[in-house]
């Protein structure tokens, strides 16, 4: 069954949730596992992949975004409309709706910090998983 973890994150700056998803991809990166980011939209999906590039200067993580386009075969892909082209271990997921594919990962990373909205989606994903019998952690950072 999917192991589904909650970060919670003081400030209610967007682009420390997704510099927060970064470095978790960055870990599980090295840790050899396959990542799919899932975004709320094209504009979200484009900042994460700025992100990627820029949250940490001394290190360069491959990733793509997918598209129609490319080959999609990278170890983390960034989407927003679709689910993933093949299986993958870990969903970190930043969209305020959990994906209709997200038991097909091993784990599942949400990532809540003090904005009104991302706290009240959040809860809602919460108790959708919970109510599902999934395993639940929460992390305060």
């Known amino acids: 069954m999917t192991n589904i973890s909650f970060y919670i994150l003081k400030g209610d700056i967007e682009h420390d949730r997704q510099v927060y998803a970064c470095r978790l991809a960055s870990k599980a990166y090295y840790q050899g596992q396959n990542i799919y980011i899932h975004t709320e939209n094209s504009q979200q999906a484009e900042q994460l992949n700025q992100t990627l590039w820029s949250f940490r200067p001394d290190s360069f993580i491959p990733h793509s975004l997918i598209d129609s386009q490319s080959e999609n075969d990278a170890q983390i892909l960034i989407g927003h409309d679709s689910p993933p082209p093949r299986l993958m271990d870990l969903l970190i997921n930043l969209a ?15 990532f809540i910090n003090d904005h009104n909205d991302v706290k009240t989606a959040g809860r809602k994903r919460y108790q959708f998983y919970k109510h599902r019998g999934y395993e639940l952690n929460t992390h305060n950072i």
Do not use: G, H, K, M
């Not at 305020?96 to 949400?110: K, Y």
């Open 96 to 110: 305020p709706e959990q994906p209709l594919f997200f038991s097909q990962f091993d784990r599942v990373a949400e």
